[in-house]
């Protein structure tokens, strides 16, 4: 619903608000979600998409770990961040600048082993779209605010990446874990999904 009002998909806030929280943003890489090091062994071997990756905590992590890398992201400043953190690691990724509210976000964008999605909610349109981005039994990684996490001026209601929003993906993925934990900064959760055969 909120994301009808809102009509676009913006998580947290506009493009001019992250590229200014990046462009702002000091010192080196941060380090990986805690979550996805958890669950690494979930993760199939190959290629991975880093949906709305920020300045690439986890795209860095898992090159690092061997993985082949693509960055998306609509924050030019974000994947520039990212760029350097490559190149001073000597690594490689494909970056690409987009917009996840257009309704084209990933035309083209090809077939992958895993979709990671961290700190970020897809609205559930789109959600459904990412089966056929992803090859047989691939994962599906989603982790961030849940439902119970503390809604604020920062964290909108419509941030927080609710259960429902998997409702559509019943007969393409297979649960491998639904976690929801608390601690003081709030509830989040962790959603891992594999590919099944249609
Ligand atoms: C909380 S950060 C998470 C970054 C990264 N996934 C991580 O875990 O460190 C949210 C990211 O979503 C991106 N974002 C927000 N709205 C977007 C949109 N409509 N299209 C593409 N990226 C978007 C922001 O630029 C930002 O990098």
């Not at 083209?108 to 789109?126: C, E, P, T």
């Not at 961030?144 to 909108?156: A, L, M, S």
Request: net charge neutral.
């Amino acid at each position: 619903m909120a994301y009808k009002k809102r009509g676009n998909m913006q998580y947290m806030g506009n493009q001019s608000f992250w590229d200014q929280k990046f462009e702002q943003r000091s010192g080196g890489i941060m380090s990986p979600e805690k979550s996805l090091v958890e669950n690494i062994n979930l993760l199939k071997l190959g290629s991975v998409l880093d949906v709305a990756c920020g300045d690439g905590r986890n795209t860095i992590y898992l090159a690092e770990l061997g993985y082949a890398l693509t960055g998306i992201d609509f924050s030019s400043k974000a994947l520039v961040r990212l760029g350097r953190f490559l190149h001073e690691k000597k690594l490689k990724a494909y970056l690409k600048l987009v917009d996840l509210s257009s309704e084209q976000a990933f035309d083209g964008m090809g077939v992958f082993d895993n979709i990671v999605i961290n700190h970020y909610r897809l609205d559930a349109s789109k959600l459904s779209q990412l089966a056929e981005h992803l090859s047989e039994d691939g994962i599906l990684f989603v982790s961030g605010f849940g439902e119970h996490h503390r809604v604020d001026e920062r964290i909108r209601s419509e941030d927080l990446i609710r259960i429902s929003d998997f409702d559509g993906l019943k007969d393409q993925f297979e649960w491998l874990k639904k976690e929801a934990t608390r601690d003081e900064r709030g509830g989040f959760v962790t959603f891992i999904l594999k590919k099944v055969k249609a």
